[in-house]
């Protein structure tokens, strides 16, 4: 039986480094942010496997429904040796790509990219009893800083980014992180992206404040990851979870607020924070896009839009792309 191999790029005095830089910038700012990428220790990594599965959260019931919709004539035309997945959390819906690419007998390997270790090794242990002859390669890491760690390519492949994480980012981080992407690509290789679609702010609101509070414990619990990496006294109880969708921009804007004034003390980068019950600290974006927006954004990245799918309603969709000339 296959046996997954794990690199951990995020073990490192650098991953320190960046979030000491990032909590400071942001904590000192105006509006206070803190990158979402600080959601994912092992814990947040399980509640957001847990958000998907609540009632009110679409995006991954409709991506998942639309990858099985398409997964067997993609895979039955590209035929990919290699599959690479960015974020790729508990691999689960991805299982509909490996299963039809499996059936073309060309797949020789997947490389699942997450920041937690824990959730790939968890991944990999029912990967590695479904697709015994798939050579499975994990790598931790942050995809803004550790791309370049994807081992190189064994044959033409096929790199997913999907969950619409892409919305978690502002127009300039996403077009730099495509054009990261795009080196991962040879010739005859593509990208699958997902991407959240506008839509009518009364389904978009609740996947982001469900009424079993499973969202609002997730972000909650960045604060922990701030606590721990830099020995910090936030009360992550002492603040309320707010979610609503921005029309101006077309995007969910997930904050935390404070019941009373909160005095915050960083010891390992000395310094002190007083967040007031009138501010926020702004923890993501999830922006919404058009089919155009997408086509628009990947141009910008030197990627070309070679097959577009949506889910009835525009729900949710997906789009191939390839390294343009």
């Avoid at 997450?114 to 990999?124: K, R």
């Avoid at 799918?309 to 390839?322: E, K, N, Q, V, Y």
Wanted: proline share 5%.
């Amino acid at each position: 039986m296959a046996s997954i191999r794990i690199d951990n790029y995020l073990r490192d005095q650098g991953f320190f480094d960046t979030m000491a830089e990032d909590v400071r910038r942001g904590l000192t700012s105006t509006p206070k942010m803190l990158p979402p990428k600080y959601f994912y220790d092992d814990e947040g990594s399980e509640l957001f496997e847990r958000i998907t599965e609540v009632p009110e959260y679409y995006p991954m019931r409709e991506e998942g429904k639309l990858l099985d919709a398409i997964a067997p004539d993609v895979m039955r035309w590209m035929r990919p040796a290699e599959i690479v997945e960015l974020g790729s959390g508990s691999s689960t819906k991805t299982r509909a790509l490996l299963d039809a690419a499996v059936r073309e007998d060309t797949l020789r390997s997947y490389i699942p990219f997450d920041v937690s270790e824990s959730i790939i090794l968890e991944a990999g242990e029912v990967l590695e009893r479904r697709y015994p002859s798939l050579d499975l390669h994990g790598v931790v890491g942050d995809f803004q800083r550790h791309l370049d760690k994807i081992p190189e390519a064994n044959g033409r492949r096929l790199v997913l980014f999907l969950g619409s994480t892409i919305g978690n980012m502002f127009a300039a981080q996403r077009i730099e992180l495509l054009r990261d992407i795009r080196t991962l690509l040879g010739p005859e290789d593509y990208l699958l992206l997902g991407t959240d679609l506008v839509k009518d702010p009364s389904i978009i609101e609740p996947a982001y404040d469900d009424s079993q509070g499973v969202t609002a414990a997730f972000n909650k619990n960045m604060l922990r990851v701030i606590n721990n990496g830099l020995d910090g006294d936030f009360d992550p109880e002492a603040f309320d979870h707010e979610a609503f969708f921005n029309h101006e921009e077309a995007r969910i804007e997930m904050h935390l607020r404070p019941h009373t004034r909160q005095h915050v003390t960083l010891k390992k980068i000395d310094l002190e924070v007083d967040v007031s019950p009138t501010e926020t600290i702004w923890t993501e974006c999830s922006h919404k896009f058009t089919r155009e927006r997408v086509s628009e954004m990947l141009e910008a990245a030197g990627l070309q839009l070679q097959e577009w799918h949506a889910a009835p309603g525009d729900m949710f969709g997906l789009s191939l792309s390839c390294a343009k000339g």
